[in-house]
T-cell receptor
Framework: DTGVSQDPRHKITKRGQNVTFRCDPI?????LYWYRQTLGQGPEFLTY????????KSRLLSDRFSAERPKGSFSTLEIQRTEQGDSAMYLC?????????????FGQGTRLTVV | GQNIDQPTEMTATEGAIVQINCTYQ??????LFWYQQHAGEAPTFLSY????GLEEKGRFSSFLSRSKGYSYLLLKELQMKDSASYLC??????????FGRGTSLIVHP
């Protein structure tokens, strides 16, 4: 396993279009996180899954954002009707939470540009 | 809720020691992560503190005081490659790392 994989690495889309990003976590990890990062800021938490259950989604930025993790393996993040303010780096991370310990390993991210 | 404060930028000389401070107010606090992020790259894990005290790992050490809501990352024998952003990330009741805006460290010769 080569770590967390995200696809695509870069996406340019026109305002109003829908986009979907994919994340493949490290295979034995039970947790998967989505973050958004803009220039000069730290990653901003969006949502996470424990296995296939989405346990927190109140931080998703609007109802245009949704995430899935069917069968507890890969995950997708969809943004509908994109806006220029959605332009950012979208990071996925996974961890194997055992008790209170489980550092998150990040993928290389998907850089979204909305024009 | 979360309130994380760390300096925006620090500069240091190659070979020196630098301490990056972080204060936080986190509901249900259970531990604190430090990550390193080079420009254009993903964050990489440096350390995780659960108990009070100092954790040493090579040139990097991390300290935590739970009662004070305070942590620091200590970098020794600085190298040019240490120029990066350092992210403090306390985790709360669901063990989710929540990141501050990061400290941009510039190491010069």
């Amino acid at each position: 396993d080569t770590g967390v994989s995200q696809d695509p690495r870069h996406k340019i889309t026109k305002r109003g279009q829908n986009v979907t990003f994919r994340c493949d976590p490290i295979s034995e990890h039970n947790r998967l996180y989505w973050y958004r990062q803009t220039l000069g800021q730290g990653p901003e938490f969006l949502t996470y899954f424990q296995n296939e259950a989405q346990l927190e989604k109140s931080r998703l930025l609007s109802d245009r954002f949704s995430a899935e993790r069917p069968k507890g393996s890969f995950s997708t993040l969809e943004i509908q009707r994109t806006e220029q303010g959605d332009s950012a780096m979208y990071l996925c991370a996974s961890s194997h939470l055992v008790g209170a310990v489980g550092e998150a390993f990040f993928g290389q991210g998907t850089r979204l540009t909305v024009v | 809720g979360q309130n994380i404060d760390q300096p925006t930028e620090m500069t240091a000389t190659e070979g020196a020691i630098v301490q990056i401070n972080c204060t936080y107010q986190t509901s249900g606090f259970n531990g604190l992560f430090w990550y390193q992020q080079h420009a254009g790259e993903a964050p990489t894990f440096l350390s995780y503190n659960v108990l009070d005290g100092l954790e040493e790992k090579g040139r990097f050490s991390s300290f935590l005081s739970r009662s004070k809501g305070y942590s620091y990352l200590l970098l020794k024998e600085l190298q040019m490659k240490d120029s990066a952003s350092y992210l403090c990330a306390p985790s709360g009741g669901s063990y989710i790392p929540t990141f501050g805006r990061g400290t941009s460290l510039i190491v010069h010769p």
